[in-house]
């Protein structure tokens, strides 16, 4: 069943091998790619067992986030040098067979450390011998099969310099963002969303925007559209499939061969259509890169991690306007996983969940945080995460403000039940999430 | 001289019919031919089967030193545009595109399309004043004109004619003949032509008659 979470990863290397090995030097690029593979997978869990702690994600996804700014490097790059020699945008097209075998290598070490990570139990742990033993196997089978396919790869496909490279970034992103803690593109979507929030308040602030109530009630409809959840989903998605697209364009836009020097007309127009033919295939690659990234990026916005979730229960106050909740109800509040409830009175309402923290003390929080757009928590293992900005938050830091973390609403355990001032839960409610809310341009 | 058509025994039937009996035929680059015989004789078969649009029954036909019959259909569909030109009776132009247009068709499906180059072609054979006219807004020897133009502008090396003068009074025809043999002797392509007119014959440098499916007679125009 484990072994099933693998497959896309397993795919996209499948994928890649046959790619590289074509575009490079063959047969030795797949075997020191499988190896590259295997040391990866073993690198990372030599690391685990003699250093100890939990496998690398902050580094990896560090270094996901590297060639991914690389890969806009290189785009850019290319789209800037279009067109000033031939064809600039495989300039890089031979490597010699050391920098092919490096690249290669360092490929198979990124591919297998990803992957492996995907095997990692959620709740942290290692992962045992014989998924990661089987997983460096089928990775290193995987390559080496792969160049039979590879021969019947046409040359003209195969591509060569930055669009190889955008091939291997968007399938290595594939690998990265289908594991919770290596996605870049959620996070990507957060510091695009943050940066517009903060422009916006920056510059109308400097601005000093009249309180004109027409002013206010024509312009905030267009601002409100800046606060949108969707705002950081979409600029996300630029700045994610913008590099791809940059060296598609750059790819485009190459200066053809001339065909001047050939005087009949025919054989000039058939020289010409087969230089259109040859641009329009090295097209291939950047678009199943803009696949692979889509990809990606779907499967960072739905994980397939399947969250305890519980439907919020609804509860009430007693006349002196306090919610007494039952520790051992219908449900047992102390067993460490998280309960949801909710709660309104007049229009009012909040969304809150009570649970048992590691160090035993039981904390209620909003079912929100002060930055986010309040779409909720879930558990997975040992964090809870915001439905909204994925962000994993350890259940050791529940109860505790900042971030996004889960705003806390004090709470008091008298004999066997957990009591919540109303008043308070609404007011926190309102006084967090719904700032938000109107930034949305849904309140006022 | 080489060859530019050998056939040795093509036949081509349909059920019981034999509309080609085995036929050996070869004709040298450059050279002009004329086909001629009575209706039904096998004239058309025989240029369908030059020009790659039919399939030869049996016998072996090579032009330029391919074989046709070994082709699949890419690969006639490849020759027809790389290697002949064809012109019809029935111009078969495209009704609702220009003169210019109907040329730049052409190239389209040859490689791509050079407006500059196909209002050359049409300026050779006496259109430069007419591009932007559509079939319809033509006349009968011009329209064979723009036909022309549109089977020389891929620079075939083999251009075959089913009857293009059968339409034509005799000024259009002298007009349209004389063109063909500017634009031959510039270019250095075979012509392959049918016809029924002696006189349109008396164009070409050799004349093969048909009867019934076989070549009955061959006579020998100009010196080759
Ligand atoms: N598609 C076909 N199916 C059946 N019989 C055919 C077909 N095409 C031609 N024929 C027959 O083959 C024989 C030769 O026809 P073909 O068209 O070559 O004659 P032709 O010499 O071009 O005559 P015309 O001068 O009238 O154009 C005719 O008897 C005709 O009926
Ligand atoms: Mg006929």
Redesign the pocket.
């Known amino acids: 069943m484990t072994a099933l979470k693998v497959i896309p990863q397993l795919l996209c290397w499948a994928v890649l091998v046959p790619v590289m090995s074509r575009s490079l030097t063959g047969m030795a690029t797949a075997v020191t790619a499988a190896a590259g593979f295997v040391v990866g997978v073993a690198g990372e869990n030599l690391l685990l067992a003699y250093v100890g702690g939990e496998l690398p994600f902050r580094p990896l996804r560090g270094v996901c986030g590297v060639i991914f700014l690389l890969l806009w490097g290189a785009s850019v790059w290319a789209l800037y040098r279009r067109g000033s020699k031939g064809s600039d945008a495989e300039a890089v097209s031979s490597p010699g067979p050391l920098a092919a075998g490096l690249a290669a290598s360092a490929t198979g070490v990124l591919a297998g450390a990803l992957t492996l990570c995907r095997l990692a139990p959620l709740d942290g742990g290692a992962v045992r011998l014989v998924p990661y033993l089987s997983l460096a196997c089928a990775g290193a089978v995987l390559a080496l099969a792969a160049t039979f396919p590879a021969r019947y790869l046409p040359e003209r496909l195969a591509p060569r310099g930055i669009p190889l490279l955008a091939l291997v970034v968007s399938a290595l992103m594939v690998m990265a963002c289908s594991v919770q803690r290596l996605d870049i593109f959620s996070p990507l979507s957060m510091e695009v969303m943050k940066f517009i929030h903060d422009f916006v308040h920056q510059f109308f602030e400097s601005m000093l925007i009249p309180d004109h109530p027409f002013f206010r009630s024509d312009v905030w409809g267009y601002i409100g559209l800046l606060f949108s959840d969707k705002v950081g989903l979409w600029g996300g998605l630029a700045l994610w499939y913008l590099p791809v697209l940059f060296i598609a364009l750059a790819l485009r836009l190459e200066r053809l061969p001339s065909v001047a020097h050939i005087r009949q007309g025919a054989a000039r127009r058939k020289l010409l259509a087969s230089f259109i033919h040859e641009r329009r295939l090295r097209l291939v690659a950047p678009l199943f890169a803009l696949v692979l990234l889509t990809g990606a990026a779907y499967q960072s916005r739905f994980p397939a991690t399947e969250y305890w979730d519980p439907k919020p229960v609804e509860v009430t106050a007693t006349p002196a306007g306090q919610i007494v909740i039952p520790k051992k109800g219908e449900m047992d509040l102390e067993d460490g996983k998280l309960h949801k409830f909710s709660y309104s009175q007049g229009g009012r309402q909040a969304r809150f969940f009570v649970m048992l923290t590691p160090a035993g003390q039981l904390v209620t929080t909003l079912d929100a945080c002060a930055i986010c757009q309040p779409e909720g928590y879930g558990q997975a293992g040992n964090a809870v995460i915001c439905y909204y900005c994925k962000t994993l938050i350890p259940l050791e830091t529940v109860g505790k403000p900042g971030g996004c973390n889960p705003v806390p609403v004090p709470c008091s355990v008298k004999g066997d039940a957990v009591v919540i001032d109303a008043m308070t839960l609404l007011n926190t409610w309102e006084s967090t999430v719904q700032v938000t809310a109107h930034g949305k341009g849904m309140g006022k | 001289m080489a060859a530019i058509i050998e056939t040795s025994g093509l036949t081509r039937s349909?059920?019981d019919?034999c509309?080609l009996k085995p036929l050996d035929l070869c004709v040298p680059e450059g050279e002009w031919l004329t086909v001629m015989?009575?209706?039904?004789?096998?004239?058309?078969?025989?240029l369908n089967l030059l020009g790659g649009l039919d399939r030869p029954t049996g016998g072996s036909i090579q032009v330029r030193g391919t074989d046709l019959a070994s082709l699949s259909e890419d690969g006639l569909a490849r020759f027809r545009r790389d290697c002949v030109g064809i012109i019809f009776q029935q111009h078969h132009l495209i009704p609702y595109l220009t003169a210019l247009e109907n040329v730049m068709m052409s190239q389209y499906f040859h490689s791509v399309p050079d407006e500059a180059e196909a209002r050359h072609a049409l300026e050779r054979v006496g259109l430069g004043h007419r591009l932007k006219n559509r079939p319809g807004e033509l006349s009968g020897g011009e329209q064979q004109r723009v036909c022309i133009a549109r089977a020389i502008i891929n620079s075939p090396r083999l251009l075959l004619g089913d009857?293009p003068t059968g339409n034509l009074d005799h000024k259009s025809t002298t007009m349209v003949m004389e063109l063909l043999r500017e634009l031959r002797d510039e270019d250095r392509f075979s012509i392959v032509m049918?016809t029924?007119n002696q006189e349109v014959a008396a164009w070409g440098d050799r004349t093969i008659h048909?009867d019934d499916?076989c070549l009955v007679r061959e006579e020998r125009i100009k010196a080759c």
């Not at chain 2, 015989?37 to 025989?46: E, R």
Request: proline fraction near 0%.
């Open positions: 349909y059920g019919i509309a015989g009575h209706s039904g004789s096998g004239k058309s078969t025989l009857e049918v029924h048909m499916g």
